[in-house]
């Protein structure tokens, strides 16, 4: 007789000591999609970009729009729990580099909620 395997837990999402990015359910793409709110997006969110890009990920599908790891994840400001912008990646890597794209409501730019990039290296000579 086997012993049953534990279930293993998912990944957890990346998350900053103010902000956390998750994939969107369902209700909020058709809600960004549509320009409607919800009680969870704070005020200013969806911007008309993110309309455009809930738009379409809808189009592409459920699947596309709310599991894949190149679409855009909410983003989660985690003392209020409203949805604040959208961060994630433009597409598969090419040529070994990732873009990143996303969006953030006014009134939450330069508060601290993203961390900085790190510093470029400078070449070695």
Not at 30 to 40: F, M, N, Q, S, Y
């Amino acid at each position: 007789m086997m012993d049953e395997l534990p279930e293993l837990d998912g990944p957890r999402p990346p998350r900053t000591e103010r902000l956390e990015l998750r994939p969107f359910t369902c209700e909020e793409l058709e809600a960004g999609a549509d320009g409607r709110t919800l009680p969870r997006f704070a005020p200013g969110f969806p911007a008309a970009a993110d309309r455009d890009w809930a738009r379409g990920a809808s189009e592409a599908g459920a699947h596309f729009a709310t599991e894949s790891p190149y679409s855009r994840f909410a983003g989660v400001e985690l003392v209020t729990g409203g949805i604040v912008g959208t961060g994630g990646f433009s597409g598969p890597a090419m040529n070994a580099e990732l873009e990143l794209e996303g969006s953030l409501v006014a009134d939450r730019r330069r508060r601290g909620l993203v961390p900085p990039p790190p510093p470029l290296m400078e070449p070695q000579a």
